[in-house]
């Protein structure tokens, strides 16, 4: 028996060994390795009290078990009273009587409706652990968090946690057309098949919940900002209810994203003008409407008067105007409007850096009290390293929303392992200087540093039909960090990326280490290969695949690279002072002077705010041009070290995900290298410069980079 | 150790009863359940030797310790000597020198180049099965019937089998765009991932062909027919490359879509004349190109002139001028050229039905030998149920390859169990009478009626990134028939089923029995709910999406339902007799003879050849409108009978593939209902007649069917 059970699990092993899909995210609970923490928790599991049969309930139940088999290998069994130490009790005081008499109301007190605490207390005389919250959707919390213990391998002895999320919202953005196609998305179609909703229920979409529910993710806006209005038709509201139903369990409210224009290509008024009485009825019976389907529906994300959307200016009134009639229509419901920041004009010629600032400022105060503005963390436009946007801070009567991009449109796509937490951590760290020192952009959208109770945090999803979500096995670990610094942004990017990393992989020590190096090192790197020095948009036209800083030939101004980069024959970059555009000004004065010199500035942002003679001399003491070389050079040489690394790492991974991110380190480099040829080819032209000795010259010409096509480029 | 064990293989059994994903297709390799077939399984399977290190050799390999690993849940011993009964021996006489003493010569005469015998011998006294073949493909054909064999728990005692294929070309067809759009795709995005190739190599690719080579699939068409010059171009030619390197060792070809205005878009010429000797060199200069990537490239597949598809008739030259042109350019590599017949044109008035045996039949004998023409199984376009297609025996000096549709445009698309099977059979067993009885349609295209060494069957893939690669959990066995018939067309719908069900679901007799039945009808089924006694064409336009019989404002006639069943207050159908469009003198008088009169007519298609009054008397007695009543609503009906018949089987399912079939047969219910009402309603304007009052009526109104728009189909 032994030996046909020893060659069984060597069987399953075996099996394991060829692949894994990336399907199960970081929610894989896989048998826990280490023996002495194993005895551990087996001693601290050894039976299950859930009561209460709420859909959430049971998802805790069901999730608590499926957690349990698969780390400790054992069915826990299911009672509903304490009768062994190790039990693990999880509800709230209302669903549970052991929990209302476990002493812990105090704890509660501090927990909000969202946060959790995880205690051990003794019980009839034995050790338990107790998981509860103000809320069920908090006790879910609260159990994905057990199991993060559990798949960490941290000791669950004597535990004494309360955790609170730091933000209200906690969103995903799904950029997701109704045709299925995903702007800027790089891994497969749409997972929402709106063909066959509502009455096909794809697993995927409680799957989808699940993983959110595991990070704290709380709302999704399932449609493109560049947006439909069809997603507002009943045919379309069936579909989104499905949907609603099967997340709520799961504590994810649905949002929707507005098109402007809806009353009129849906109800054949001739106006959108939000002053218009018509109007502002079409949206309140529209939002009446909404809620008849979905009676927790969250609200419209709009993107008005932004790259061609329609919006109040058509009518000539102001994005306040807009907001606060949708605003309107969803308040009876307790619903929200949040409205994007990201907007900039044909006509202006101001620098688009500056744009978005001169409209939304001046409203601050305006908008409604359910009216949310979201600002991308740059001013530009996610660039892979770019200063905060000077309206965090500028606008404390408004809350503001932050929306980061999960997706990697300008970070290597799917195709580089380029893990965000540091982006995310360096913009959430920036002092804007509002109300002085110490107010972090983080302060700003968590309502702590203005005092709003509406306040939040959202991701452009990366999230594809690909079998493994993201495409890049490593963009995985993007999702997750959105969650988690979402949830707590005190997090450092280490802790972060060290529990994705047990949890996708291993715990052996060896191979997190070496992960996490790649890992906090390769926004950096990408950076540096890709955008060094703050320069920025370079990329190629429309897909923003790939190097194309010579492109001039767009017809909007800002849309062309050389329009960031000025190169020319005295240097290259952006003068952003007085003497240029003076984006600088938007800033408090301490950020100013941060950047407003060229000699002080940090070289991160030279070439965002200044425009810097080719032989200006850098902290390295070389000039700029050979910094640039530099800077190129060393980029693309971290990408080999990147693939040295994994290459090393063999033994510790599945043969299927090692393989795939083995090839796609190489495409990387790959990519590195025609970033780096390409660029430095191109601004050679202005430099006169040459590359110095010491780097391999190109082997490509820069006729063949500019001649290269990408007309199948994904997510355009 | 014991209770260890079973506690452990129960925590497998529930984990995997959770659900499967549909990923693994019919090669699940689960373990055998029947205990005395498991016996001699054990038994027969003590070693392996396969010895080579070809790449096909070691698929052959691992393919036999894959499988038995899963189904007898051992890993058999590899060896290079005959020591035990049950040793199985899988190679070439050349490859292999046991195999080469076994005696196997004469056998291997009969067998061609993909062929394959498994046989029992005794060698150095011991029994032993051999796979073997003339070509390593054709033991890894050898390979997966033996495991197919173990899968569906039939004897491998005294193994005498002799199998080859009856066509030599086994081919699918996608109709992937670049952008991975899937015109006609139900099952998500294309696999082909173009952006990542050819350096990142999806695991899928390997699958996919794997899968194929399990059916001896042995050539695919990559890209769509409505074709992109670009696919030509040398950077997708790497991509292709690529593919094809991965599918070589599966004995899978690759083919491509040619634009024919391709010397214009990509080469810069001024015209794509086939006559012109500069278009006729960037043809020659191209093939010569592709063969530098892929020295084992297949050839052409072309959609010329068709559906405004560019084409030599541009320039006044015939579709052999085009079809030759590009043979000649392929001749020197051994590659062929396979020339659509699907042919209509806007200007032609003639009956669509006519046209593509008028443009073709005229050209027979004038086609160079490496041409092959793709004839659609009927003249309209894959109909849920067709006459066979009268080109089909009237070009017997032209090979004529089969086009089947896998993917289910007209046939329920995602949402539809439909198994077609039943639908090939029907096409292929139907008499031509060219060279009077006996010449079905099977002869023509497998070359035996007219003696072509080009033969051969070709399916238009309903493969897309969707998890379970096809959407519809049953619509795998359309891919699964396809393959097999092709390989074999004599097998009977019924085997082919019953394959399919046991290497998908289990061998349990009474599941097996029941969803065979339900697959076996479903076909019948769809026709009797949506296009009976013969109608054809009258689906949404576009999308073809649902029934939309009255739409009759389409910038071609024959793009409109109303062209195609002609309702009046006379009667409905369309006349194609003599006192019609006479598309029935393009068959031979023996099939005329079926079809040429409404009382004699076949009432499957009665409606197909004429126009028939409303009170025309069928032979069930009722007439016409209540016959049509009585399809409508007893195909309705059945659907029914199959969501009953699949409830009751849910203990033999995991609950994943489970609800996923509950869930769309609950769907096509209420599709079905949806075409019956509509249809019912529709027509009833012109007959003026009662729906018979046994059935329940319509609850909506015909302006409500007309009303629904789906600007989102898939597929479009």
Redesign the interface.
């Given at each position: 028996?032994?030996n046909?059970?020893v060659?069984?699990?060597?069987?399953?092993c075996?099996?394991s060994a060829l692949?894994e899909?990336g399907?199960e995210l970081w929610l894989r609970y896989k048998p826990v390795e280490n023996t002495r923490v194993l005895q551990s928790y087996q001693k601290n599991t050894k039976a299950l009290i859930v009561t209460g049969s709420s859909a959430t309930i049971i998802i805790i139940k069901e999730e608590l078990a499926r957690g349990i088999?698969g780390l400790l290998?054992?069915?826990i069994s299911s009672t509903d009273k304490v009768s062994y130490d190790g039990t693990i009790i999880a509800g709230t005081i209302q669903s549970n009587s052991l929990i209302a008499k476990a002493g812990i109301d105090k704890l509660l007190l501090n927990t909000g409706d969202e946060g959790f605490i995880i205690v051990t207390r003794i019980i009839n005389g034995k050790s338990c652990i107790i998981i509860s919250g103000n809320s069920e959707k908090a006790v879910l919390y609260g159990t994905f968090h057990f199991l993060r213990l559990l798949q960490t391998e941290q000791s669950i002895e004597q535990l004494n946690i309360l955790s609170t999320p730091r933000m209200k919202l906690r969103m995903l953005n799904h950029w997701d057309n109704?045709?299925?196609?995903v702007e800027r998305g790089y891994a497969?179609?749409s997972i929402w098949n709106?063909?066959?909703l509502p009455?096909?229920?794809d697993?995927r979409y409680k799957d989808y919940a699940r993983a959110n529910a595991s990070l704290g993710i709380n709302s999704t806006v399932l449609t493109n900002v560049n947006a439909n209005a069809?997603i507002l038709s009943s045919a379309y509201l069936e579909k989104v209810k499905a949907l609603a139903d099967v997340f709520r369990p799961y504590g994810i409210k649905v949002y929707l994203t507005a098109r402007f224009s809806a009353p009129i290509e849906l109800g054949q008024l001739k106006t959108a003008d939000p002053l218009n009485a018509e109007v502002q009825n079409w949206w309140k019976e529209k939002a009446k409407e909404i809620y008849t389907y979905v009676p927790d529906f969250g609200g419209f994300l709009v993107k008005a008067n932004s790259e061609g959307q329609p919006g109040p200016q058509d009518y000539k009134r102001t994005h306040a105007d807009g907001a606060n009639m949708l605003a309107d229509a969803v308040a009876p419901f307790k619903g929200i409007v949040i409205w994007r920041a990201f907007v900039y004009s044909n006509e202006n010629p101001v620098d688009r850096h500056k744009q978005a600032y001169d409209d939304f400022v001046p409203l601050d105060g305006t908008f409604r009290d359910n009216v949310m503005v979201q600002v991308k963390n740059g001013a530009i436009d996610f660039m892979p390293r770019e200063p905060f946007h000077p309206i965090f801070g500028a606008m404390p009567k408004t809350p503001l929303m932050m929306e980061f991009q999960v997706t990697q449109e300008y970070l290597g796509q799917?195709?580089n392992l380029v893990f965000l937490a540091p982006l995310f951590k360096e913009v959430l760290e920036s002092d804007t200087y509002s109300k002085g020192k110490g107010g972090t952009v983080a302060k700003v959208i968590d309502g702590s540093l203005d005092n709003h109770k509406l306040n939040g945090m959202a991701g452009v999803s990366n999230i594809g039909?690909?079998?493994n979500w993201c495409g890049h096995p490593f963009a995985q670990a993007n999702w997750y960090a959105l969650g988690r610094l979402a949830w707590d942004h005190n997090l450092s990017s280490e802790q972060v990326a060290d529990e994705w990393i047990k949890m996708t992989f291993t715990n052996k020590p060896s191979f997190v280490s070496a992960v996490k190096k790649m890992m906090l090192e390769s926004r950096d790197i990408m950076v540096q290969y890709s955008n060094p020095i703050g320069l920025h948009h370079i990329m190629g036209t429309g897909h923003h695949y790939g190097p194309a800083p010579w492109v001039n030939n767009q017809r909007r101004p800002e849309w062309n690279p050389v329009y960031y980069h000025k190169a020319d024959s005295v240097g290259i970059g952006f003068n952003r002072t007085e003497t240029g555009s003076n984006a600088l000004v938007q800033y408090q004065p301490e950020v100013r002077k941060l950047w407003s010199t060229m000699t002080d500035c940090d070289e991160k942002y030279l070439l965002w705010f200044h425009h810097v003679p080719w032989n200006f001399k850098m902290k390295s003491g070389r000039n700029l041009w050979d910094e640039l070389c530099y800077n190129y050079y060393t980029g693309a040489e971290r990408v080999k070290q990147m693939q040295d690394a994994w290459n090393k790492l063999k033994p510790f991974v599945d043969a299927?995900r090692f393989?795939?991110v083995r090839?796609?380190l190489?495409?990387q480099y790959?990519e590195a290298i025609w970033w780096r040829n390409a660029c430095l080819l191109y601004f050679q032209t202005f430099s006169n410069r040459p590359i110095p000795a010491q780097y391999e010259k190109p082997d490509k010409t820069l006729d063949y980079y500019k001649s290269l096509r990408?007309?199948?480029?994904?997510g355009n």
């Amino acid at each position: 028996m032994k030996n046909k059970f020893v060659s069984f699990v060597f069987l399953l092993c075996s099996l394991s060994a060829l692949g894994e899909t990336g399907y199960e995210l970081w929610l894989r609970y896989k048998p826990v390795e280490n023996t002495r923490v194993l005895q551990s928790y087996q001693k601290n599991t050894k039976a299950l009290i859930v009561t209460g049969s709420s859909a959430t309930i049971i998802i805790i139940k069901e999730e608590l078990a499926r957690g349990i088999r698969g780390l400790l290998q054992k069915n826990i069994s299911s009672t509903d009273k304490v009768s062994y130490d190790g039990t693990i009790i999880a509800g709230t005081i209302q669903s549970n009587s052991l929990i209302a008499k476990a002493g812990i109301d105090k704890l509660l007190l501090n927990t909000g409706d969202e946060g959790f605490i995880i205690v051990t207390r003794i019980i009839n005389g034995k050790s338990c652990i107790i998981i509860s919250g103000n809320s069920e959707k908090a006790v879910l919390y609260g159990t994905f968090h057990f199991l993060r213990l559990l798949q960490t391998e941290q000791s669950i002895e004597q535990l004494n946690i309360l955790s609170t999320p730091r933000m209200k919202l906690r969103m995903l953005n799904h950029w997701d057309n109704l045709n299925r196609t995903v702007e800027r998305g790089y891994a497969g179609f749409s997972i929402w098949n709106w063909h066959t909703l509502p009455n096909y229920i794809d697993i995927r979409y409680k799957d989808y919940a699940r993983a959110n529910a595991s990070l704290g993710i709380n709302s999704t806006v399932l449609t493109n900002v560049n947006a439909n209005a069809t997603i507002l038709s009943s045919a379309y509201l069936e579909k989104v209810k499905a949907l609603a139903d099967v997340f709520r369990p799961y504590g994810i409210k649905v949002y929707l994203t507005a098109r402007f224009s809806a009353p009129i290509e849906l109800g054949q008024l001739k106006t959108a003008d939000p002053l218009n009485a018509e109007v502002q009825n079409w949206w309140k019976e529209k939002a009446k409407e909404i809620y008849t389907y979905v009676p927790d529906f969250g609200g419209f994300l709009v993107k008005a008067n932004s790259e061609g959307q329609p919006g109040p200016q058509d009518y000539k009134r102001t994005h306040a105007d807009g907001a606060n009639m949708l605003a309107d229509a969803v308040a009876p419901f307790k619903g929200i409007v949040i409205w994007r920041a990201f907007v900039y004009s044909n006509e202006n010629p101001v620098d688009r850096h500056k744009q978005a600032y001169d409209d939304f400022v001046p409203l601050d105060g305006t908008f409604r009290d359910n009216v949310m503005v979201q600002v991308k963390n740059g001013a530009i436009d996610f660039m892979p390293r770019e200063p905060f946007h000077p309206i965090f801070g500028a606008m404390p009567k408004t809350p503001l929303m932050m929306e980061f991009q999960v997706t990697q449109e300008y970070l290597g796509q799917s195709t580089n392992l380029v893990f965000l937490a540091p982006l995310f951590k360096e913009v959430l760290e920036s002092d804007t200087y509002s109300k002085g020192k110490g107010g972090t952009v983080a302060k700003v959208i968590d309502g702590s540093l203005d005092n709003h109770k509406l306040n939040g945090m959202a991701g452009v999803s990366n999230i594809g039909n690909d079998i493994n979500w993201c495409g890049h096995p490593f963009a995985q670990a993007n999702w997750y960090a959105l969650g988690r610094l979402a949830w707590d942004h005190n997090l450092s990017s280490e802790q972060v990326a060290d529990e994705w990393i047990k949890m996708t992989f291993t715990n052996k020590p060896s191979f997190v280490s070496a992960v996490k190096k790649m890992m906090l090192e390769s926004r950096d790197i990408m950076v540096q290969y890709s955008n060094p020095i703050g320069l920025h948009h370079i990329m190629g036209t429309g897909h923003h695949y790939g190097p194309a800083p010579w492109v001039n030939n767009q017809r909007r101004p800002e849309w062309n690279p050389v329009y960031y980069h000025k190169a020319d024959s005295v240097g290259i970059g952006f003068n952003r002072t007085e003497t240029g555009s003076n984006a600088l000004v938007q800033y408090q004065p301490e950020v100013r002077k941060l950047w407003s010199t060229m000699t002080d500035c940090d070289e991160k942002y030279l070439l965002w705010f200044h425009h810097v003679p080719w032989n200006f001399k850098m902290k390295s003491g070389r000039n700029l041009w050979d910094e640039l070389c530099y800077n190129y050079y060393t980029g693309a040489e971290r990408v080999k070290q990147m693939q040295d690394a994994w290459n090393k790492l063999k033994p510790f991974v599945d043969a299927q995900r090692f393989d795939q991110v083995r090839m796609l380190l190489k495409i990387q480099y790959d990519e590195a290298i025609w970033w780096r040829n390409a660029c430095l080819l191109y601004f050679q032209t202005f430099s006169n410069r040459p590359i110095p000795a010491q780097y391999e010259k190109p082997d490509k010409t820069l006729d063949y980079y500019k001649s290269l096509r990408f007309p199948f480029a994904p997510g355009n």
